[in-house]
């Protein structure tokens, strides 16, 4: 089994910046690659952002793009999600997740993950 837990969730005035980590611990060698989900109240998670583990290619939500960056460092077993110029409809709680299949293409279905953190609240505020 693998654990994740997030951190570095909170609340933001809009255009400013917050970093999401993700700590990973347990059999870390079966995860392929990770990603990050949200859920805002009333709404279904959506995909966020996505890496894979060993060379890094990463794919992001069309709203995210030039404003978010997720990495990872496998040596501590860490992913994270940078995300600058934030904005009142970013406000949601984020899940941290992994996957051991080596998809192709980019996972970006939530049922393709095999691990999910606890979450972490992010609150945007206009």
């Known amino acids: 089994q693998v654990q994740l837990v997030e951190s570095g969730g909170g609340l933001v005035q809009a255009g400013g910046s917050l970093r999401l980590s993700c700590a990973a611990s347990?059999?870390?060698?079966?995860?392929?690659?990770m990603g990050w989900f949200r859920q805002a109240p009333g709404k279904e998670r959506e995909f966020v952002a996505t890496i894979k583990r060993n060379d890094g290619n990463t794919y992001y939500r069309d709203s995210v793009k030039g404003r978010f960056t997720i990495s990872r460092d496998n040596a501590k077993n860490m992913g994270y999600l940078q995300m600058n110029s934030l904005k009142p409809e970013d406000t949601a709680v984020y899940y941290c997740?992994?996957?051991?299949?080596?998809?192709?293409?980019?996972?970006?279905?939530?049922?393709?993950?095999?691990?999910w953190g606890q979450g972490t609240q992010v609150t945007v505020s206009s």
């Open positions: 997740a992994a996957y051991r299949m080596p998809w192709t293409s980019a996972p970006l279905n939530a049922d393709t993950y095999d691990y």
């Open positions: 347990g059999r870390t060698f079966n995860i392929f690659g």
